[in-house]
């Protein structure tokens, strides 16, 4: 009795152990891929950006569970700024989460920008983008956008490029820069994590973005390509 459940044992680890191993070469395949499909897109400095007549800004909160300024708001707003400032931009669309009253990401990374000097004409607000792939959606049907500059962090471009692409639109990443150490390891794994998440959303269950509505469509003049 004691050696075919042994070997029952055995098996079962190893079937196990075959899945797991199968999971991790998965997990880092497709993080791989996206890796690869995106790098050519993404830029930085700000100089070095690709001008577009629209630039989406993605948001998130500008205060982090400690108290502390957020570094990636901030290197967002901080990013975006400057891309009005050499007119690589005409406008930005600031698209985030609205969940409640007093958590509104669009509304504070409107007064940011105005703070720096951003008109108002130039700036657009996307109550709705509730995620990345929201946010992409609604800037495509919503916004009626088929071409922009996304402007996030490094670990978060290739996923926002990737959707963006997969969508149809032409996209390019604008680096968010901020100094070395703020995107802490635990960011960083849950985006490895959320780059597979985004290819089932995209290829396997079909994902619909929480809510959409009118059309909205931005108009600007084109961006300066000097």
């Known amino acids: 009795m004691r050696i075919p459940l042994l070997k029952w044992i055995s098996r079962t680890l190893m079937s196990l152990g075959a899945l797991l191993l199968l999971a991790t070469l998965l997990f880092v395949g497709a993080n791989l891929w996206v890796l690869g499909r995106t790098a050519p897109f993404i830029y930085a400095p700000v100089s070095q950006c690709v001008p577009a007549e629209v630039g989406v800004v993605f948001g998130t909160s500008n205060w982090t569970r400690s108290g502390m300024r957020n570094p990636h708001f901030h290197a967002r707003m901080r990013t975006a700024a400057r891309l009005i400032d050499q007119q690589k ?14 958590y509104n990401e669009p509304r ?5 920008l105005s703070r720096r000097g951003v008109a108002a004409e130039q700036l657009t607000m996307d ?19 088929d071409e922009a500059v996304l ?4 670990w978060h471009l290739p996923r926002a490029i990737f959707i963006g692409q997969a969508l149809g639109m032409q996209v390019t990443g604008c680096v968010a820069q901020e100094r070395d150490g703020a995107g802490s390891w635990q960011v ?6 959320a780059r597979v998440a985004t290819l089932g959303d995209l290829y ?3 994902r619909e973005p929480y809510f959409l509505g009118p059309a909205e469509p931005i108009h600007t003049l084109p961006a300066r390509t000097d």
Do not use: K
């Open 89 to 102: 931009v005409q406008h930005l669309l600031l698209s985030g989460d609205n969940r409640t009253q007093a």
């Open 151 to 154: 402007i996030t962090q490094n």
């Open 127 to 145: 109550f709705a983008g509730f995620s990345t792939y929201d946010t992409l959606v609604r800037a495509r049907d919503v916004f009626q956008l």
């Open 108 to 112: 504070a990374m409107w007064r940011d």
């Open 188 to 193: 960083r794994l849950r985006e490895w994590a």
């Open 204 to 206: 396997i269950w079909g």
